[in-house]
Nanobody, 122 residues
Framework: QEQLVESGGGLVQSGGSLRLTCTAS????????IGWFRQAPGKEREAVSC????????YFADSVKGRFGISRDNTKSTVDLQMNDLKPEDTAIYYC???????????????WGPGTQVTVFS
């Protein structure tokens, strides 16, 4: 059964760091682009970062550029989102998704994880 599971969320003080991990099972991660999304209360789900299965540049939302990094390990079927210098506005549920193209991931992902909560307090 194809599945994505996020881990690594938690409570952190402003300026701190967290590392989220998306673990895939039941399908070959190397053939998929993996995106990280987040949804804060009362807001729409937004794209945070994406790594393509091809050799395209990674995508980062303007709000996280310079603070977040993304990396994948196809041998372990994982994609990590390293989040540094966290701000209260980064508070949200973070989801990972698998699909073919980063540009259309939000609407056309094949798989979604259940999400992990990230809370940043000042």
């Amino acid at each position: 059964q194809e599945q994505l599971v996020e881990s690594g969320g938690g409570l952190v003080q402003s300026g701190g760091s967290l590392r989220l991990t998306c673990t895939a099972s039941g399908f070959a991660l190397k053939w998929y682009s993996i995106g990280w999304f987040r949804q804060a209360p009362g807001k729409e789900r937004e794209a945070v970062s994406c790594t393509s299965f091809k050799d395209d540049p990674d995508y980062f939302a303007d709000s996280v550029k310079g603070r977040f990094g993304i990396s994948r390990d196809n041998t372990k079927s994982t994609v990590d989102l390293q989040m540094n210098d966290l701000k209260p506005e980064d508070t949200a549920i973070y989801y990972c998704a698998a699909g073919i193209y980063c540009a259309t991931m939000k609407d056309e992902a094949d798989y979604w994880g259940p999400g992990t909560q990230v809370t940043v307090f000042s």
